[in-house]
């Protein structure tokens, strides 16, 4: 059984910063290419970040770019999501995301997916 937990989130003020975990099992993780996706109320899921097999290439939303860092460390079987200069319409919650054989930007491609947790941005 697959499973992905996520932790880390909170309340932070903005221009704070929070570091997100995903935790793996139930599959090979260091075959997985990683997703980070986030949901607002009232807003689709939007992907935020991508991250390949070994780590070596990422993609990002272009409103978190130079803001959100993924990385993933295939010993733990672990995928973070650095979040610094937070902004309040970075509220929501943060899900993780794996599939196979490639990074995506798209939430429909992935089968398998995180329960989610909140990061909530006060001004």
């Known amino acids: 059984q697959v499973m992905l937990v996520e932790s880390g989130g909170g309340l932070v003020q903005a221009g704070g910063s929070l570091r997100l975990s995903c935790a793996a099992s139930?599959?090979?993780?260091?075959?997985?290419?990683m997703g980070w996706f986030r949901q607002a109320p009232g807003k689709e899921r939007e992907f935020v970040a991508t991250i390949n097999q070994n780590g070596g290439s990422s993609t990002y939303e272009d409103s978190v770019m130079g803001r959100f860092t993924i990385s993933r460390d295939n010993l733990k079987n672990t995928v973070y999501l650095q979040l610094n200069s937070l902004k309040r319409e970075d509220t929501a919650v943060y899900y993780c995301?794996?599939?196979?054989?490639?990074?995506?930007?798209?939430?429909?491609?992935?089968?398998?997916w995180g329960q989610g947790t909140q990061v909530t941005v006060s001004s």
């Open positions: 139930g599959l090979r993780f260091r075959d997985y290419a």
């Open positions: 995301a794996g599939r196979l054989p490639s990074r995506s930007s798209l939430a429909h491609e992935y089968p398998y």
